[in-house]
């Protein structure tokens, strides 16, 4: 690892900076997105979608709604965003992207085997024994998994330090991380908040998959935290709020948090709709852990071709462009 | 891959740790606690959003009015129960072991533990009950927590221990953390004539030729191997101690002495648990037997499938059959 030779000062004055005058909207809100480049994206959601359902067969149950909500964000993610190299996964150069989610894992192996990481037949080793892929993600097993999962309302904490440490060593990469609605619930998520926005980490880029779904059922009757956006924006950061399944706006959203302005962390609040993509799942009773009967795997793949197929003959949503 | 035998999968949050054609009970712990609150008005549960989880969701759904939800915040579900204890009220809370033990600990040590409130922690997932790697297995609980005064801590063995602990754990004054099996949880020692007491070991089955004192799930298996080792002509005895804090020495130093072969078995590391206790009874005392941990490595577990794990690691009843031949 390459330490510059000197550590750049610390900023003479920590905490919070004073509150600025609304910032400019950024350029990717007012500039035309490519429409190839949409295209291109929602392609590889779908396939990251398919890599979900692959994986999930084999356990014949499990995270299968969230990989399937997610598949959008991570999409933008994994071949647009992130700086990565599938054959040099712990590049000094690569941007950090942390799953703080382990139960999401799926998601990551299906996103990470878009990006190249992995060959397609591995996926289905997923939570089988000794496979690379546990069924909680963690940074001992898998090339390309940054932090381990699993215990929830760690991964903001460890993203803060691996954005100062970013800082330190003069890099102009970005800290990525991924957590859920859920772990809004910890106070360890807003003690890493507030450190955030104190030491003013404005290459830290938080995403919050907003499903409403928890273990004992929708977010927002058990715990809710709402309004989200209010509450990171207190704790000084950049927040934006967005669907998170309209490929579109999260492609937006995330350059306008990178190229945005500003001593502060920043904040997506994806919204999301757990099952996207097939239907029958989307409509299924609202489970955190679901079973698919085996019956129904082919209908799940037929599904969801058709809902992309849909999807790609639709007209760009205006707004989102 | 699809050509090759299928390899053996994770399982994760839905998995029951009863095999097929067993003697089962549903959720013990949701039905006894139910039961326990329409007796004793003062009982409430809370859960961690792990209702559903850890048999909480039967008294949720019978008497809403008795139940928390305190949402994914596992320190605020340990403060709760404090308060509601220093009003009087006999909570009990519930999440997975490994959240209650590493995130929490200070809350429970210090309002729960110092205060000695009568608080009664019930936690799932204890040692190797899950494939999913060690963020879920609670393989150091007991470890963690035998150094905290005034905590009672129990290891129960199945549906029975269980639904009898629970009135126990409500009357007993100070705090208790309960390692909890949930779903469809074996029936076992109700073959025996076995009561649940809390603080008490109780010979479960007599034998000549070895000795097993054992805690929790790990008393099923030692009663199986005994079983298996009789048809050879081993007599094994068993020792159950589902209490391991404060722990029963005086019924541990009565089953010494024979001459048998001893061994202690538990779902927990060799270290800080069960064989712990047993050492620290044994030279407290000036008694020198050899004794034989059978247990979880200090070590954090590979994530795979509960019967590749248990083999791996020694602790289903084939290896503890395997071990003892080795040692007879
Ligand atoms: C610290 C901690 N507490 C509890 C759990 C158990 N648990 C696993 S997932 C989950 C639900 C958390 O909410 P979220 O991540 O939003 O769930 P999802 O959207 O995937 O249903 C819980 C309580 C955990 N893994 N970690
Ligand atoms: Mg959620």
Redo the contacts with the bound molecule.
């Keep these: 690892m390459s330490t510059p030779q000197t550590p750049p000062v610390p900023e003479a004055s920590a905490g919070p900076p004073a509150p600025q005058a609304a910032s400019a909207p950024a350029s990717a809100r007012d500039t035309a997105l490519d429409p190839e480049r949409i295209a291109r994206i929602q392609e590889a959601a779908y396939r990251i979608r398919r890599n979900s359902l692959i994986q999930a067969e084999v356990q014949g149950q499990g ?1 299968i ?2 990989a399937l ?1 997610i598949a959008d964000v991570l999409a933008v993610l994994f071949t647009d965003q992130l700086r990565l190299d599938p054959l040099d996964p712990e590049s000094e150069d690569r941007d950090r992207f942390q799953l703080s ?4 894992a799926l998601a990551l192996y299906a996103a990470l085997t878009e990006a190249k990481f992995f060959p397609l037949e591995e996926l289905e080793t997923y939570a089988t024994d000794d496979s690379r892929f546990p069924m ?1 993600s963690m940074r001992t097993y898998t090339p390309g998994v940054e932090i381990s ?6 991964g903001l904490g460890i993203a803060n330090g691996v954005a100062m440490g970013l800082k330190r060593k003069g890099s102009d990469r970005f800290v990525y991380n991924l ?8 106070g360890s998520t807003w003690e890493a908040a507030a450190v955030a926005g104190h030491h003013r980490l404005d290459n830290l880029i938080a995403i919050v ?1 907003f ?6 059922g929708k ?1 927002t009757d058990m715990l809710s935290m709402e309004p989200v956006t209010d509450k990171f924006e207190a704790f000084g950061w950049i927040a934006r709020r967005c669907d998170g399944n309209d490929v579109a706006a999260v492609l937006a959203a995330l350059i306008e948090l990178r190229e945005i302005q500003g001593p502060r962390p920043r904040v997506l609040i994806a919204d999301t709709r ?1 099952g996207k993509g097939v239907d029958f799942l989307e409509d299924r009773e609202k ?3 679901m079973r698919v009967e085996k019956e129904e795997w082919a209908r799940a793949h037929e599904t969801l071709k058709q809902s992309h197929e849909a999807l790609v003959a639709s007209p760009q949503k205006d707004d989102a462009r | 891959m699809s050509t090759t035998t299928p390899k053996l999968t994770s399982g994760a ?1 839905s998995v029951d740790i009863a095999k097929e054609g067993q003697r089962t009970v549903a959720a013990p712990l949701g039905h006894a606690l139910l039961e326990a609150a329409r007796e004793d008005e003062r009982i409430v549960g809370l859960s ?3 209702a559903k ?1 850890t048999d909480l969701h039967i008294l949720r759904d019978a008497m809403p009015e008795r139940f928390y939800q305190i949402g ?1 915040a ?1 320190q605020a579900l340990l403060g709760a129960a404090t308060g509601l204890a220093m009003e009087g009220f006999i909570p009990f809370a519930s ?2 072991s ?2 209650a033990t590493r ?1 929490a600990y200070d809350f429970l040590c210090l309002d729960i533990a110092e205060a000695d409130l009568n608080v009664n922690m019930v936690c799932a997932l204890p040692g190797l009950t899950t494939g999913y790697g060690p ?2 297995q609670a393989t150091e609980d007991v470890a963690i927590l035998r150094g905290m005064p005034n905590l009672t801590i129990v290891d129960p063995c199945d549906a029975i221990d269980i639904q009898q602990a629970v009135p126990q754990l409500a009357a007993s004054d100070g705090p208790t953390y309960m390692r909890l099996l949930r779903g469809k949880v074996p029936a076992v020692l109700d073959e025996y004539g076995y009561s649940f007491e809390l603080g008490k070991a109780t010979m479960i089955r007599e034998g000549g030729d070895v000795l097993i004192i054992s805690t929790g799930l790990m008393t099923e298996r030692a009663l199986e191997a005994a079983a298996q080792l009789e048809k050879d002509g081993v007599g094994v005895a068993v020792l159950h101690s589902p209490t391991l804090k404060p722990f029963d020495e005086e019924s541990v130093v009565a089953a010494l002495g024979k001459g048998r072969l001893v061994l202690t078995a538990e779902n927990h590391s060799v270290v800080g648990g069960l064989f712990d206790a047993v050492a620290r009874t044994l030279v407290g005392r000036g008694i020198g037997e050899r004794v034989t941990p059978i247990g979880l490595p200090d070590a954090f577990l590979d994530a795979g499938a509960l019967p590749t794990l248990e083999d791996r690691y020694g602790v289903s009843t084939a290896k503890i059959i395997e071990r003892i031949r080795e040692l007879l």
């Design positions: 995270y709604g969230q909500d989610i382990g139960h999401y909680s999962g699993g215990s929830l309302g760690h957590l859920s609605d859920g772990e809004l619930g910890e998959d499903n409403d779904q928890q273990a004992d977010s757990l489970l955190h852990f | 949050m961690a959003d792990l989880y994914m596992e999440t997975y490994v959240f995130r963020s879920h």
